[in-house]
């Protein structure tokens, strides 16, 4: 027996010296950003980043345009900083959203009374108001206030569930009976841990953030560096866009000028062209950190890897900028041993010639902003944001909105085991009453002996708040043998109540069983029976004869059969009990029980696989990713619980695929890279085991989800791409996360990559709709500048193109409902280009053929006859009516077109699911009548007059052979 002390506590003073020295028993909340951070976060997006650029040089044109007196066109500079701030805005809202959501979520209570010594007498203080060297009393159902090592332990059991995944630990200040393998002495008690049975003494060593539940925190608090799946690609595409637009801008140029001086209308001296040359390259040096990280990023799209020069990435602006003064000046300079003086003015080109050369150079500028596609980072914000809305009713509550589409990315899940992939509740799994027929509780008298003996002899009680289902209180294996008979209809606390108890002895840990003396109604006659159960190791030594359902035998005669039944169930990673029983006389007492006891059977008891886990580990296997365990328990539970879900093949896996957490920790770095790629289970882990398997795994190249509800998860769901916690689990691994189950369903993490992949597969759609347009567009822009036409489409009709459609057709693609065919494809790598080669076939050949029908349409259409002959019905200015034509049959092109997008990938029709696609019918209506109402009111505005309807029932008919050629090859594809 364990020795009672007597315990005086600290004194007032001795309090509030120890508050001082050791600090408060409060965790330091994370950080929170500042609105104003937050929000300019949301600006690091490399596509918002570019389009920032866009937008003031498409300033810088207006400004100039301005003062030369050409007429100042602002309206596309306001556009570009709306797409800006409505793409920032919205993100910034919802996030903002969901985070109100998770604090309601994540409320912590500090306030919590416990019981303590001080002043020698017992009181009760708030938890924040512990110190260290307090004397805390534990009782069953407490939770732990701080870390602290134990003085007195009676029959101690805890859940140190939170911070090891373990359910039920025994704890004792015996060093004899200090289990081995732990990871936590048995003689210490932690913050976060509840008290399950028995009662203690503990002396506080640790408050506040210096205990091991405040490290975890505060390493799950810790800042990780590193770029989403979506944002890399993203940042790719930003890159690509720019090479992209500056070598047509470049190209552009150098046409447009060397045009100029072989078949324009103005003439150069050598020496002109030698000090334009001059001005030219004196620009191209002072411009060099705007062109030379476009040249770089062309060098890593090759994939060739080149690093900026420091003198580029670190050099100022002024510096770069008397560099190119410089140059001007030198090679002005070598103009005077040529005779041209720069200091004369007829050495230089006109005003007016280098106006149009200002001209050329604003042409190649516009180029580049048509170039960036306006609408992608609202469309992808929407996305997003629509995603985190409907994920919220398939129970997944999204705290960062970049884990929508990350979901997707992932190439390995990492769960804890309690209370994820198992129900976190104790359940007899099967029982062997040795007396019983096919295991039916009846009226009988051996029935009504094993009722009585799991009713009375328990310390633990079910709790029916919740109606639907019953919950175990205190152990939680006596609480399974209560659920057990509750799920046979039988009221153990009527029974247990109607039953005297004489005398009990508790269950302990030197013992391993518990005994209950009653006055028994079993029989019928009142007759005292000592009952046990306890480790059936323990219980069979005690036994000479068993029950069963004619006789009681000996026990030699099926000890055998027991024994291996016993060993089944442990190699399924059960516990298991033994039940016994004797009649004694008036006299007995616990402390005199005999080795003569009649053995009454054996039950297993598991903590059972959530129903729905093997079915949904299943489908992340056929989606390519790997599910790895990562628990607290032994491993012998840990690999019958791979065996279960479906990760363990007993004919394949070998210790390779198996490791413990003290195991893993003396591999080196090198050495433990290469095994986490066969890793499938790691057992006995602590919080920095599952930390470094995360990094590694990230390291080696995957994108790693990670579950846990504990918060011995909360460092690896902080350091992984996509943390996801459960909704009942600790407020520091949901604080830690990016998404939160609220229904704590592995099935849901299931659900989660479909939604991500699907996202993904949307975003995809709509990139493939908008640079078909910006293809179209800037081709139309280079090719009518060549070729001497104006501008065909103004800034406001493409802005209401590039932004205002864009976004509505982002909404449409957005809208479509997750495809749970993505669950069979393979995940995509993390090297990928988002623009994968059959979408780049699309883009190319659908926007050159758009520009060839636009084209064609200019040419023809520049001639007075042509334009009179099919516009003969129209009075008034002809050219100002097809202007408007044209403008919509651009319009309309892309509008068929996004039907093309929707099926893109699919191998389906457009049409296809129409009727779930209730959004994007509805945004498809909203452009179609967007368009029609800007054409008929848009004035000047929009260069627009009202068209007949007969022209709107051609362009519509005629256009529309987009969609249904389309339909034509996706039916050919799938024959």
Known sequence: MEQKHHYTGLTDAQVKENRQKYGENILTPPEKEPLWKLFLEKFEDPIIRILLIAAFISLG??????VTGKGAHYEETIGVFCAIFLATGVAFWFELDANKKFDVLNQVNDDDLIMVIRNNNVCQVSKREIVVGDIVLLETGNEVPADGELLEAVTLQMDESTLTGEPSIDKTTDPNEFEEGVTYPSNWVLRGTKVINGHGTMQVTKVGDATEFGQVAEKA???VEGETPLNRQLDSLAKFIGVIGML????????LFIKDIFLGSNDYTLGQLGLVGAVIIGGIIALSKVWMPILYDAYELMGKDKSLPESVENGGWLKWMGLGVLAFVVLAGVGFAFGVNPLQPESWVSLETAGHILQYFMVAVTLVVVAVPEGLPMSVTLSLALS??????????VRKMHACETMGATTVICTDKTGTLTQNQMQVAQTNFYGLNEQSLTDDDISRMIIENISTNSTAFLDFSDASKAKALGNPTEGALLLWLHGKKINYLAKREDTKIVEQLPFST??????????????GGGKKIVYIKGAPEIILAKCTHIQTATKNVPKEEMLKQIEDQLLQYQNQAMRTLGFAYQVVDENTSIGSLESNMILQGITAISDPVREDVPAAVNDCLNAGIGVKIVTGDTYGTAREIGRQIGIWKDEEDSDLNIITGPDFEALSDEEALQRVQKLKIMCRARPTDKQRLVSLLKQSGEIVAVTGDGTNDAPALNHADVGLSMG??????????????LDDSFSSIATAVMWGRSLYKNIQRFILFQLTINVAALLLVFLGSIFGHDLPLTVTQMLWVNLIMDTFAAGALASLPPNPNVMKEKPRKNTDFIISPPMRTNILFVGLLFVVVLMGMLFYFNSPAHLDSFFSHIEGDKFRYFLSYFFTVFVILQFWNMFNA???????SAFAGIRQSLGFVVVSGIILVGQILIVTFGGDVFRTVPLEIRDWLIILGSTSLVLWIGELVRLIKKN
Request: glycine share 4%; aromatic share 4%; net charge positive.
């Open 61 to 66: 044109i207006a400004i100039v345009n301005h």
């Open 221 to 223: 608090a810790e800042m």
């Open 248 to 255: 047509l801008a470049a190209l552009t140029f150098s046409v």
């Open 388 to 397: 985190m809305r409907r994920m919220l009713k398939a129970n997944n509550l």
């Open 510 to 523: 030197e013992r391993k069983y518990m005994a209950t003396i009653v006055e028994s109604k079993a029989l």
């Open 728 to 741: 009942s689990g600790t407020s520091v691994a949901k604080e830690a996360s990016d998404i939160t189950l």
């Open 902 to 908: 929707k099926a893109f990938g699919t191998g389906k």
